[in-house]
């Protein structure tokens, strides 16, 4: 009844009506909700419009099921093998596909449907490694941006030896936090190839240049690489290099020179038979019997059997703490010492082995240089922190000493009274001394005329009131002299700065009182340090000498 009513009333109608009531059939079948019989003729109704010359009605029915597991096989299998804007409906999303048919999918596909299937999220190995055979390059880069699937590491392999030159490809596989080491390597030899080819399609360098230089920076790059491969990732490692024919006497040979003996440890166990175990302890005997089977059993050449020898004594001698070298100038006196133990040897048999040890010694010399300018570059960055941190400090302590507050110590003949109106201690002090504030200066008004700087000015200023009353206080503080309560009160850092005389007194005691500070001014400060620092003799000679002048006038 279903089929005959579906049917009746599609007949003639729009291919967008037939779309819309495709997809209001598929998602009522999908529900469950119909009985066996009517599920059976709704069943059959879908399956019948996979003959509808409208590709819309066929879009609606993949969108309605393509995500579904309820969804009926045959109609699966049937719209992914439809054109590919509706086969890749289901072949990106459909659960009910299995390997089997998403590989014959990518095999009869085009590049549009195996990009549909590189992007699932259920990905397995044997399809991923279909795509790696007969992918193109869109596809491949789809199937290296797809986090979820399970890429074999020949499946990868595979990618980079086929359209490794491909430099989108090359990106999405370096940006796999699982891209196996041996991948690393290859897509690092094949942009050495790259770069190699350039330099002598433009004649920079000759075809033999070229491929010596590829040849090198692909050994430097499996070294580099060995160092953060761990132990599982080095012996990968090696067995690549091996498989393809890499793992080279010069290799083995740059290893020893470059302090990566873990490296050189597992190629000679690989090539050799024996346990890395076994190996690390003959290297430590470079000059036994054991070391010199070792080299021949490894298949290397007999040349350069002196050579690995003289590097490794070396090397054994600063793990003994002999030497005490580590570091770059390890690896050049190691250098050093192979290319001494070379020259004994016929010269036209060891140019060769020579020459590829002055290369090495050249880059190890470079480097050291890049090390020790990377050194200091970062001494003088933190020199120049720490001088940002000094030029900064003064002010720091300046505003410290401004905010805490500080005591002077005065020694007067009394009480001390502050002076109420006493100018601003900047104006007053400034930090630089200027000639009229030096000791021994005239101290004068604005209106005055300068003087020299001479102690006799200083004194011939002074009233004769003011002198006897600086005798006194000095004669009667050195007759009673300060008691020891007071005396403990004196502070280091204290300034003494004799106070403005006070009035005469029948009776002065000479006493200690701490006073906060206050501003100063120059002429006060200048008279009582010049009269404080010129002796009592001076001053009654002078007086004598004064007393003359006028008698004689």
Same mark, same amino acid.
């Given at each position: 009844m279903?089929?005959?009513? /579906?049917l009746?009333?599609t007949?003639?109608?729009?291919?967008?009506r037939r779309?819309?009531?495709?997809g209001?059939?598929t998602?009522s079948?999908?529900e469950g909700a119909l009985?066996?019989?009517a599920?059976?003729?709704?069943?059959?109704?879908?399956?019948a419009l996979?003959?509808?010359p409208?590709?819309a009605?066929?879009r609606?029915?993949?969108?309605a099921c393509a995500?579904?597991?309820q969804? $009926?096989?045959?109609l699966?299998?049937?719209?992914a093998?439809?054109q590919?804007?509706?086969?890749c409906?289901?072949?990106?999303r459909?659960?009910v596909l299995?390997?089997a048919?998403?590989?014959?999918?990518v095999a009869m596909?085009?590049?549009e449907t195996?990009?549909a299937v590189?992007?699932?999220?259920?990905?397995?190995?044997p399809?991923?490694a279909a795509l790696a055979?007969?992918?193109?390059a869109?596809s491949?880069?789809?199937?290296?941006r797809?986090?979820?699937?399970?890429?074999?590491?020949?499946?990868?392999l595979?990618?980079?030896?086929?359209? !490794?030159?491909?430099?989108?490809?090359r990106?999405a596989?370096?940006?796999?936090?699982?891209l +196996?080491?041996?991948?690393r390597?290859?897509?690092?030899t094949?942009i050495a190839e790259q770069?190699?080819?350039? !330099?002598?399609?433009a004649?920079?360098?000759s075809?033999?240049?070229?491929?010596r230089?590829?040849?090198?920076?692909?050994?430097?790059?499996?070294?580099a690489?060995s160092d953060?491969?761990?132990?599982?990732g080095?012996?990968?490692l %090696?067995?690549h290099?091996?498989?393809?024919?890499?793992?080279?006497?010069g290799?083995?040979?740059?290893?020893?020179l470059s302090?990566?003996?873990p /490296?050189a440890?597992?190629?000679?166990?690989?090539?050799s038979?024996l346990?890395?175990a076994?190996?690390?302890g003959?290297i430590?005997e470079p000059?036994g019997? !054991? /070391?010199?089977?070792?080299?021949?059993?490894?298949?290397?050449?007999?040349?350069l059997?002196p050579? %690995?020898?003289a590097a490794?004594?070396?090397w054994r001698?600063a793990?003994?703490?002999?030497?005490?070298?580590?570091? +770059?100038?390890l690896?050049?006196?190691?250098?050093e010492a192979?290319l001494?133990?070379?020259?004994?040897?016929?010269f036209?048999e060891?140019?060769g082995?020579?020459?590829l040890l002055a290369? /090495?010694?050249a880059?190890?010399?470079?480097d050291e240089?890049?090390?020790l300018?990377?050194?200091q570059?970062?001494?003088q960055?933190r020199e120049?922190?720490?001088?940002?941190?000094?030029?900064?400090?003064?002010?720091t302590i300046?505003a410290?000493?401004?905010?805490a507050p500080?005591?002077?110590?005065?020694?007067?003949?009394g $009480?001390?009274?502050?002076? $109420?109106s006493l100018?601003d201690?900047a104006?007053a002090?400034p930090l630089?001394?200027r000639?009229?504030?030096?000791?021994?200066a005239v101290?004068?008004g604005p209106?005055a005329?300068?003087a020299p700087e001479?102690a006799?000015?200083?004194?011939?200023g002074?009233?004769?009131e003011i002198m006897?009353?600086f005798?006194?206080?000095?004669?009667a503080?050195?007759a009673?002299g300060?008691?020891a309560g007071?005396?403990?009160?004196l502070?280091?850092?204290?300034?003494p700065? $004799?106070?403005p005389l006070?009035e005469a007194?029948?009776?002065i005691i000479p006493e200690?009182v701490v006073e +906060?500070k206050r501003?100063a001014?120059?002429r006060?400060?200048?008279?009582?340090?010049?009269a !404080?620092m010129?002796?009592?003799?001076l001053v009654?000679?002078?007086?004598a000498?004064?007393e003359?002048?006028r008698l004689?006038?």
């Open positions: 279903i089929l005959r009513q /579906f009746t009333l007949q003639n109608a729009s291919p967008e779309a819309e009531a495709a209001t059939l998602r079948y999908l009985a066996p019989e599920a059976w003729e709704a069943k059959t109704a879908l399956l996979l003959d509808d409208a590709a009605v066929r609606a029915l993949a969108q995500g579904s597991e969804a $009926p096989r045959p699966i299998v049937a719209l093998s439809d590919p804007d509706i086969a409906l289901v072949l990106a459909s659960p299995m390997d048919d998403l590989v014959d999918c596909g085009c590049e195996r990009a590189a992007g699932r999220c259920d990905l397995s190995k399809v991923a055979e007969v992918g193109g869109p491949l880069v789809a199937l290296a797809n986090p979820l699937a399970a890429i074999g590491t020949t499946a990868l595979r990618m980079v030896e086929r359209h !490794g030159d491909d430099a989108e490809l990106q596989l370096l940006a796999r936090t699982d +196996p080491i041996e991948v390597h290859a897509i690092v094949l770069l190699s080819r350039l !330099g002598q399609d004649g920079w360098i075809s033999e240049r070229g491929a230089t590829a040849r090198e920076a692909r050994d430097a790059a499996a070294l690489l953060e491969a761990g132990d599982a080095l012996a990968r %090696v067995a290099l091996r498989v393809q024919e890499q793992l080279t006497a290799l083995i040979l740059r290893a020893v302090l990566r003996l /490296f440890e597992v190629a000679l166990a690989e090539l038979g346990s890395r076994r190996v690390a003959l430590l000059h019997a !054991g /070391f010199a089977a070792l080299h021949r059993r490894a298949g290397l050449p007999d040349l059997l050579a %690995v020898r490794l004594t070396v001698d793990n003994h703490g002999r030497n005490g070298m580590d570091g +770059p100038r690896a050049r006196s190691m250098i192979a001494t133990a070379c020259e004994t040897l016929p036209a060891a140019r082995l020579m020459a290369r /090495f010694e880059e190890a010399a470079r240089a890049r090390i300018a990377h050194e570059a970062e001494v960055a120049v922190a720490e001088a940002a941190t000094r030029l900064a400090a003064p002010q300046e410290g000493l401004t905010a500080s005591e002077i110590l005065i020694l007067s003949a $009480p001390v009274t502050p002076e $109420p100018p201690a104006a002090w630089a001394v000639p009229e504030d030096r000791i021994g101290v004068a209106d005329d300068a001479t006799e000015t200083v004194l011939a002074l009233a004769d006897a009353h005798l006194a206080d000095r004669a503080a050195m009673q300060p008691s007071q005396a403990e009160t502070r280091l850092r204290a300034l700065i $004799p106070a006070p007194s029948s009776v200690i +906060p501003a001014r120059p006060a400060i200048a008279v009582a340090v010049a !404080g010129i002796p009592q003799d009654l000679s002078y007086r000498d004064r003359r002048q004689a006038a």
